[in-house]
């Protein structure tokens, strides 16, 4: 099993749709998670930690499954702007972080 | 906001020569890290540190050296230029001495091409 795994997408969505990507990792010690936001040619900026109970952001929503080592990213009502790869990332060893292979979106009018 | 400044957006360089990628940090963050980003693959970790003179190989160290004789500046050297490490290099740092728990920020990266 990879250490991220991700569908590489695209998603295609019309704007003001609800989209999710999910992703699982393969360290049952992993700790930390993150989605990542990578525009294109551009590098990866965090968009929102996640945590065990799961946290909001706006239109953004992350959850995580512990027993299931899945995570989840759900966007609510598309804009245009949300056009991006989406990158899963959790942490390796004590301070390293793997990263996903990311989840294109696409929004389109 | 914590500010990860890598010195070349685009870089190209012949086959052969020595290559120097600089990256400054200007948070005092003790950790600093390279990765390659290539079609298909994602990030790679090349190299890290976690303080001034420490290195640690990553996944794909090969063909790569660092350096950190300061704590805000981490730097990749390719030794010896070669066409398949063409890539975008980025550079990331973040603070503590423990889980990444802000995660990692970036600097803008920079383009390498060989030929």
């Known amino acids: 099993r990879k250490e991220v795994e991700q569908d590489p997408g695209p998603f295609n969505v019309p704007e003001g749709a609800t989209v999710a990507f999910n992703c699982t990792y393969s360290n049952s010690a992993s700790q930390s998670f993150f989605w990542y936001r990578q525009d294109c040619r551009k590098e990866p900026k965090l968009l929102m930690s996640?945590?065990?109970s799961g946290n909001e952001d706006g239109r953004f929503t992350a959850q995580l499954n512990r027993a299931s080592q899945y995570i989840s990213l759900l966007i609510r009502d598309s804009k245009l702007s949300d056009s991006a790869t989406y990158l899963c990332v959790v942490n390796r060893g004590y301070s390293t972080l793997t990263f996903g292979k990311g989840t294109m979106l696409l929004v389109s009018p | 906001d914590v500010k990860v400044t890598q010195s070349s957006r685009y870089l190209v360089k012949r086959t052969g020569e020595k290559v120097f990628l600089e990256c400054v940090q200007d948070?005092?963050?003790?950790?600093m890290f390279w990765y390659r980003q290539d079609p298909g693959l994602g990030l790679r970790l090349i190299y890290f540190s976690y303080d001034v003179k420490m290195k640690e190989k990553g996944d794909i160290p090969e063909g790569y050296s660092v350096s950190r004789e300061k704590k805000e500046r981490f730097s990749l050297i390719l030794e010896s230029a070669s066409t398949n490490q063409t890539s975008m290099y980025l550079c990331a740092s973040s603070a503590g001495d423990g889980l990444p728990i802000y995660g990692y920020t970036f600097g803008s990266g920079t383009r390498l091409t060989v030929v």
């Open positions: 996640v945590y065990s």
């Open positions: 948070m005092d963050h003790e950790n």
